[in-house]
């Protein structure tokens, strides 16, 4: 079965830093794109950044271009996501999702299901 799991969320103040980590089980890293995505309470879900299989190309939703920081380490089967300069805005609940392809910064073919996500919440 073809899994994330989520972690590194948590409580920090505005112009913060954190960086989340996204687990693969059940399949390689390596030949999958990968995406997170956040929701904000009372908001839809929406995609803020996908980093592509190879090369690899890194893409970025304008709310987060110049903060935010794509990666991937497919020798430990894990994605990141390094957020920095937080602001309130970007409190939601993280999520990550393993797929076939960036549409920019959207993931496109997405291959696993939602996992728990992971809390980042951004206050003073």
């Known amino acids: 079965q073809l899994q994330v799991v989520e972690s590194g969320g948590g409580l920090v103040q505005p112009g913060g830093s954190l960086r989340l980590s996204c687990a693969a089980s059940g399949f390689t890293l390596d030949y999958y794109a990968m995406g997170w995505f956040r929701q904000a309470p009372g908001k839809e879900r929406e995609g803020v950044s996908c980093?592509?299989?190879?090369?690899?190309?890194?893409y970025y939703a304008d709310s987060v271009k110049g903060r935010f920081t794509i990666s991937r380490d497919n020798a430990n089967n894990t994605a990141y996501l390094h957020l920095n300069s937080l602001k309130p805005e970007d409190t939601a609940v993280y999520y990550c999702?393993?797929?076939?392809?960036?549409?920019?910064?959207?993931?496109?073919?997405?291959?696993?299901?939602w996992g728990q996500g992971t809390q980042v919440t951004v206050s003073s």
């Open positions: 980093i592509s299989s190879s090369v690899p190309d890194t």
């Open positions: 999702a393993a797929g076939g392809y960036c549409g920019a910064y959207l993931l496109g073919a997405a291959l696993t299901s």
